[in-house]
T-cell receptor, first 111, second 110 residues
Framework: DGGITQSPKYLFRKEGQNVTLSCEQNLNHDAMYWYRQDPGQGLRLIYYSQIVNDFQKGDIAEGYSVSREKKESFPLTVTSAQKNPTAFYLC??????????FGQGTRLTVV | KQEVTQIPAALSVPEGENLVLNCSFT??????LQWFRQDPGKGLTSLLLIQSSQREQTSGRLNASLDKSSGRSTLYIAASQPGDSATYLCAVSGNTPLVFGKGTRLSVIA
């Protein structure tokens, strides 16, 4: 089946730890995106990439890092510099200016 | 900076009613507008995409309209069912990636 796969579904982070969220797509889409969702705040853009080996910061990039070494993959690292990482993280992809598709999300909790 | 607003924030209706969800955006220079559905704890499911050159799109009991000049879109749901209960999000795409509203939480009561 074509689609976007995010893993893991649930992730727990200790204070001071870096964690990486996986996002893989087999839709042959050029563009990929990471959004963060908090209750009552809607979705906010963290990073996006329109082509391999290139990415841009979104509205809330501080404390996060990404890489885009392959077209299919766009992992997000939540670093220790992100002071409030507990949230629901959503990955999406599309061809330019066409319908966007989302993964099922990763819920990150600080313990 | 593009801003998207959805009204109402929450809506509760009896089963069988027709209903309208509203979405407004501040910058009319968009490529398209997309409506999504989100169930609790899940990702987003795309419902309808309207290109900027289009006025409306239909899928089953759903009809979405777009008035780009006034910065408004509506999602019409006919003959609502309890299974329609979810949060509905609209998002616009322009020179930046999708910008989202905060959503309308819909409850359809049997």
């Amino acid at each position: 089946d074509g689609g976007i796969t995010q893993s893991p579904k649930y992730l727990f982070r200790k204070e001071g730890q870096n964690v990486t969220l996986s996002c893989e797509q087999n839709l042959n889409h050029d563009a990929m995106y990471w959004y963060r969702q908090d209750p009552g705040q809607g979705l906010r853009l963290i990073y996006y990439s329109q082509i391999v080996n290139d990415f841009q910061k979104g509205d809330i990039a501080e404390g996060y890092s990404v890489s885009r070494e392959k077209k299919e993959s766009f992992p997000l690292t939540v670093t220790s510099a992100q002071k409030n990482p507990t949230a629901f993280y959503l990955c999406a992809s599309n061809r330019q200016n066409t319908e966007a598709f989302f993964g099922q999300g990763t819920r990150l909790t600080v313990v | 900076k593009q801003e998207v607003t959805q009204i109402p924030a929450a809506l509760s209706v009896p089963e069988g009613e027709n209903l309208v969800l509203n979405c407004s955006f501040t910058d009319s220079a968009i490529y398209n507008l997309q409506w999504f559905r989100q169930d609790p704890g899940k990702g987003l499911t795309s419902l309808l995409l309207i290109q900027s050159s289009q006025r409306e799109q239909t899928s089953g009991r759903l009809n979405a309209s777009l008035d780009k000049s006034s910065g408004r879109s509506t999602l019409y749901i006919a003959a609502s069912q309890p299974g329609d209960s979810a949060t509905y999000l609209c998002a616009v795409s322009g020179n930046t990636p999708l910008v989202f509203g905060k959503g309308t939480r819909l409850s359809v009561i049997a």
